[in-house]
Structures are given as structure tokens and as C-alpha cells.
């Protein structure tokens, strides 16, 4: 071990024995003698800055803020040891050698002083002041401390009667001359001492205004220990013991930051004592002062004093809870961590971008807002995955993604980067992340369906125009071609064979009856016929007459504008529309009579107009069979519904009501001109 780690463990060791033996000397007095309060803020100073500051100083030789530590702690436990070595001798009537212990511990005390709640705060937690500027505090506040001490170390002979131990102890340095002045100098001084250990928490907090997110993290432990032990040692003697038992964690936490650890917690911690401090405080002063001008103005102040303070204290107290968190959230965290920021930025992004690329935008955007090492967003059904850093793994979180209640994907967050948030305000971050990033992830895998929807239309379209080639060319071609050979036979025979010529003429007649046949099958299988021949109301009563359980039909909407004779009536209706219409109901209606079990069922075609949407024909299919299956797969004619629907611009939804059975409802957009006109009263 090298000399600076030895000299480092031996003022340690040092310090603890001193404090040690201070404190059993002081617990053996007796009551006349005992201090009150039994302990000061340099016990627990004098106990755990110098094995710390040895911690430190065996893995970090050249810390300044280490040695400082083991300096200042060894001062506080020769302020401990003189005062009670003082006490003991004076409670065994050695006057002389108790005012010598107390120069002894007068002298400790000043150097733990100046060590500890000046020049440590100062140099926290980087081990440097925070700039030139602060090198007259360090060194005025010293100067300070330095010359309190000396009025001490010189005090005068007080007076007897107002002494407040039984026996008063001599100093041989006093100075007897200065004992008009020494009480008014020391009470200035005592103010002028304060004021430089405020300015010391002052620059822990201009550090951490004005610092970069990793500072502000080691900044943050420190500071908010700092200003409970201010706060109790200006509260005075009463809450020594307090003052006492938090100095003594002051070291632990400094550790913490110079070490860089990760501080979990920390952030909310300050958050919220600020946040409940404010509060406090505002509520406290809107109260008394409207109970104040009450009393002035109001009688029987009373009553009314404490209704009307009550009532200014709510109205202010949610505004300025949200505006002290948000200031709090500024101060410790940045614009990184500001939701509305982040919430800025994922608007611009989103706004800026297609949807494939605003999903890596988000993404980059969640990464740098959230301080993760990486994020990754999956789209299920899309086949879409962007990773950015590394996402998931130990400490990372999955996040789902849903869209009005719809699953639509993931997302995955990898562990916190060196710029970390409290879990608390994590938690906020992402809850705005999470809508934007839902909101890609359904934009993405609606374009995937769109995408896959238009390669099935253009792969069905090619399919069937390969179909009506082989018909045509295949079957009719070829038919029409042994016409056109038998007519020629026919008309060469017709002189020569009369007889041979009617049995090719009749010949062709039959073939004729099946070229016919064959072009109507073509024709069925563009449009279904019976919507020519009766209509869309018609053709859908003539699927629900078909064999099966009963099927009622409600068509009196589209029926009752087309007799009026509207644009857009029924008949009207674009033949795409009409046509999935059919279909829909002929697939829906085949389901029921196949898989529902159903005992009844019900058609419904009607017009409507969605919220925020054009005019569209509604499609509703409605049974009371067992409804759908749990876990069941998505077939054919499911898929071929949805299909039909989403060509058009619409949607097909088929669900299980509360009440049991199936419900099938499709939405298909019509043109402005399919919607009907507003009636208009022609009375007059």
C-alpha cells in the first residue's frame, strides 16, 4: 500500500478512536455537567468523513474533495475529544486543564468547520470550484471562520452569574479588555459565517442549473443532503441530534457522486420535496393572508376567514402544483426530459415523414427522449421491425402498442444510457411516447395491407382476365370456329344434298344453344345477373328466400329513395358498390346457413353517414347462432368480405354481440353523387 492510502487509513483510524473516547468521556459526566443537546453535527462528522474520505483516497489518491474528507473529519474528532476531555476535568474541579481542552476542541472545530461546510460544498462533486469567481468565498469564508474561532479562543472572563455550567472555565488566553465588544463581534461574525456556507449550497445549485444531465445526476444527492443539514443547523440547537444523524450520511452520498454510481431515485426525491415544499409554502401564505385582510375587514372574521382562505387556496393550489413540477422537471432534467418537448418533436416528426420512415423517426426521437441505450419498434402483421442502439436485453422494458384498442405492435427499450430519468418521470416520457409511436406502427400496417390488399386486386384481375383468355379463346373461339366450318359445308351442300344440309344446319343450331350458354356463364361470372334483373333489394331477398333457417331482409331505405326517384338511389348505386354489397350479404348468409347454427336470421341495407365521414351504404347481417369461435382462424370467405369492403374504401367488421350469435356489418363509401339530396319542404 503506498504512503498517501497509509497516512489516509491512519487519520481514519485516528479520528474514530478520538471520537470514540470524546463521546464516552462525555456520556460519564454527570447532569450538572452534561451538555444539552448530548451531541452536535461533528459527532457524526467526525465518525464517517474520515473512513470515507480513506475509502476514497485508497481507490482515488489525487482526490482533493478524499483528503478534505479524512482533514476535516480528524478536525471535528479533536473537537469531540477536547469537549469532552474539557467537561471531564472540569467535573473533577482540573479548571486549568479544561481550559486548556477547550482551546484544544474551540480549534478542531474551526477546522472541521471550514473544511467541511464550506470547502467541500464548494469542490462537490467534481473536485474543482465552479469557476474563478468563487475563490473569494472560499477563501473569505475561511478568513471568517478562521477569526470566529479566535474570538472564542480569546474570550473574555465571563460572568458567574450568568454562566451556564456551574463553574466557570478559565481561559488562559482570554482577553479581558475585549469584553464590551466580544458579544456584539462574535454575533456578527456567527451571521457573516452563515451567510459564506450558504453561499457553498448557493454554488451546488447554480452548478446543477447549469449542468449537463450526467452532472446533474452526481449533483443531486449532495445537494438536497446539504440543504436538510443547513436547514438544521440554522434551526439551532434543538435539532443538533437530526443535524447530527444527517451529517453523518453526507459522506455516503458525496461517494455516490464522485464515484459516478447510478442514483436511483434521486430526482423524484427532489421533485417531490420541492413540489410539496412549494405548495406549502403558496397555500400556506394564500391562507393566512386572506384570513389577515378578512380580519381587517370582515367581522365576525372567523367563519368567513377560514371559508374564503380555503376556497383561494384551492383554486390556487392545482395550477401551482403543475407549474412547480414543471419547473422542477426543467430544472433537473433539461429539455430532454420535458414531455411537452418530447411531445413537440414527435409531432414535427410524424407530420414530416411517410409512414415507413416517421417509424425509424419516432424511434430516434423515443431514443433520444427517454436516454436509452436503444429502442425498437415491431409492427405485428406488417413484418416491419426498426432498431435503433440496443433495445431489449437485461434492464430493458416492452412497451405495448395499441391503437383504439387494437394490438398493433411493440416497443422495446433498452436499458437506461448515462443520461437516465427517475422511474417516476420515465414513466411519464414514455406514456407520451407510447400514443405517437402507436399511431406510425397502425399508420405502417395499414400501408402494408393496403399495399397487400392492391397486389391480391392486381393478382385476381390478372387471374381472371387469364380466365376469360382460356374461355374465349379455348371454348368459344373454337366453337364459333366449327360454326363457321359447318355454314360452309352447309351452303357447298345445299344444291347436292339437301338432306346432308339440314342435319349440319341443325347440328349448328345446338351448337349455337351452347356458345350462348357459355357466353351467359361468362357474363354470370363478371356480374351476378339477378342484380340486372331485380335489383339490389330484389337480388338479396332472392338469397334469403334460398333453403335454410328464416332470414328477414330490411332494404325500405334504399327501396324508399329509389321509387322517389333521387339521384342516388338504389338503383343509382355504383355497380363496384352493388357488387360487394351482394357478395357480402351471399357470404355472410352462406356462414349462417353452413356454421351459425342459428335459428333466424336478419339483412339490413341501408344508407348512413358516419362521423367525420361521406355518405355510405351500410351492410348488417345479424344471427342468433353461437357466435364466433374462440381461437378461430380467419378463412376464406371472412377475408374475401374484408377484402371486398377495403377496395372500395370501407370496412367489414364481424363480431360476437354480448347477447350470442354473429354480426356482420360492412361500410361502403359512396360517391358524393350516390347521396341522396336533402329533402326540402315544397308545401308552400
Excluded at 474528507?69 to 469537549?83: Q, S, Y
Excluded at 443547523?233 to 459522506?251: E, M, N, S
Excluded at 365521414?613 to 374484408?642: F, I, K, N, Q, Y
Amino acid at each position: 500500500m503506498s504512503v498517501p492510502r497509509v497516512l489516509a487509513v491512519g487519520m481514519a483510524v485516528v479520528s474514530v478512536a478520538l471520537a470514540v473516547c470524546g463521546m464516552v468521556a462525555t456520556a460519564r459526566l454527570p447532569a450538572a455537567w452534561f451538555p444539552d443537546p448530548p451531541a452536535s453535527p461533528d459527532n457524526g462528522a467526525a465518525l464517517t468523513f474520515p473512513i470515507v474520505g480513506a475509502f476514497l483516497i485508497v481507490h482515488r489518491p489525487r482526490l482533493v474533495m478524499a483528503w478534505l474528507m479524512c482533514a476535516g473529519g480528524l478536525a471535528t474528532a479533536v473537537n469531540v475529544f477536547g469537549t469532552g476531555l474539557m467537561f471531564q476535568a472540569a467535573s473533577g474541579g482540573a479548571m486549568e486543564a479544561a481550559g486548556i481542552w477547550r482551546i484544544v476542541g474551540v480549534v478542531g472545530w474551526a477546522g472541521g468547520a471550514a473544511v467541511l461546510a464550506l470547502l467541500l460544498p464548494l469542490l462537490s462533486p467534481d473536485d474543482r470550484l465552479p469557476s474563478r469567481r468563487w475563490r473569494p468565498v472560499a477563501v473569505l469564508g475561511t478568513a471568517a471562520i478562521a477569526v470566529d474561532a479566535l474570538l472564542v479562543v480569546v474570550r473574555p472572563t465571563p460572568d458567574a452569574a450568568t454562566y451556564r455550567w456551574p463553574s466557570v472555565i478559565p481561559n488562559p488566553l482570554a482577553v479581558d479588555t475585549l469584553a464590551p465588544f466580544h458579544a456584539p463581534m462574535l454575533e456578527w461574525l456567527t451571521i457573516v459565517m452563515y451567510g459564506f456556507v450558504l453561499l457553498a449550497l448557493v454554488s451546488l445549485v447554480l452548478r446543477m442549473v447549469h449542468a449537463g444531465p450526467e452532472l446533474r445526476r452526481q449533483i443531486g444527492w449532495p445537494l438536497a443532503t446539504f440543504m436538510i443539514y443547513v436547514v438544521c443547523l440554522f434551526a439551532g440547537p434543538r435539532f443538533w441530534v437530526l443535524a447530527t444523524v444527517w451529517t453523518a450520511l453526507i459522506p455516503l452520498v458525496i461517494t455516490f457522486a464522485v464515484l459516478r454510481y447510478r442514483l436511483y431515485g434521486i430526482k423524484t426525491v427532489i421533485s417531490r420535496t420541492v413540489v410539496a415544499t412549494g405548495l406549502v409554502a403558496s397555500v400556506g401564505v394564500v391562507y393566512f393572508g386572506v384570513s389577515a385582510l378578512t380580519s381587517l375587514f370582515v367581522s365576525g372574521y372567523d367563519p368567513a376567514a377560514g371559508l374564503v382562505a380555503a376556497l383561494f387556496a384551492g383554486v390556487f393550489f392545482q395550477p401551482l402544483r403543475r407549474g412547480l413540477r414543471r419547473w422542477t422537471d426543467l430544472m433537473l432534467y433539461g429539455r430532454h426530459g420535458d414531455p411537452q418537448e418530447l411531445a413537440r418533436r414527435l409531432t414535427r416528426e410524424v407530420g414530416a415523414a411517410e409512414p415507413g420512415d416517421a417509424l425509424a423517426a419516432v424511434a430516434a426521437v423515443a431514443r433520444d427522449g427517454l436516454g436509452v441505450t436503444g429502442v425498437a419498434v415491431e409492427v405485428a402483421g406488417a413484418g416491419t421491425r426498426v432498431e435503433l442502439g440496443r433495445a431489449g436485453g437485461q434492464g430493458g422494458r416492452e412497451v405495448p402498442l395499441v391503437w383504439h384498442g387494437e394490438p398493433v405492435g411493440r416497443m422495446l427499450l433498452g436499458p437506461p444510457g448515462p443520461r437516465r430519468f427517475a422511474a417516476a418521470h420515465n414513466d411519464r416520457l414514455i406514456a407520451v411516447v407510447t400514443p405517437y409511436v402507436a399511431d406510425v406502427a397502425h399508420a405502417v400496417l395499414m400501408s402494408a395491407n393496403l399495399q397487400r390488399s392492391r397486389e391480391r386486386i392486381l393478382s385476381a384481375r390478372e387471374e381472371e382476365r387469364r380466365r376469360l383468355r382460356r374461355d374465349l379463346h379455348d371454348g368459344l373461339g373454337q366453337a364459333l370456329t366449327a360454326m363457321s366450318m359447318s355454314l360452309n359445308i352447309a351452303r357447298l351442300r345445299l344444291h347436292d344434298a339437301p338432306s346432308d344440309a339440314d342435319r349440319l344446319l341443325l347440328d349448328l343450331r345446338s351448337g349455337m344453344d351452347t356458345v350462348s350458354q357459355e357466353i351467359r356463364d361468362l357474363v354470370y361470372g363478371l356480374r351476378p345477373p339477378s342484380l340486372d334483373d331485380l335489383g339490389l333489394a330484389g337480388a338479396v331477398r332472392a338469397l334469403a328466400a334460398e333453403p335454410g333457417p328464416p332470414v328477414t331482409v330490411d332494404t325500405q331505405d334504399i327501396e324508399a329513395t329509389a321509387d322517389a326517384g333521387n339521384a342516388g338511389s338504389a338503383g343509382d348505386l355504383p355497380a363496384a358498390v352493388e357488387v360487394a354489397a351482394y357478395r357480402i350479404v351471399q357470404e355472410a348468409l352462406t356462414n349462417v346457413r353452413r356454421h351459425a347454427h342459428a335459428r333466424s336470421a336478419a339483412v339490413s341495407l341501408r344508407r348512413a353517414r358516419p362521423p367525420g365521414a361521406r355518405h355510405a351504404l351500410v351492410v348488417l347481417v345479424c344471427d342468433d347462432g353461437r357466435g364466433l369461435p374462440e381461437g378461430r382462424r380467419v378463412g376464406v370467405g371472412t377475408a374475401s368480405m374484408r377484402e371486398r369492403a377495403a377496395e372500395l374504401g370501407g370496412s367489414c367488421v364481424i363480431s360476437s354481440p354480448p347477447g350470442g350469435g354473429t354480426r356482420v356489418e360492412a361500410v361502403l363509401p359512396l360517391p358524393a353523387l350516390a347521396a341522396p339530396p336533402p329533402t326540402r319542404d315544397v308545401s308552400a
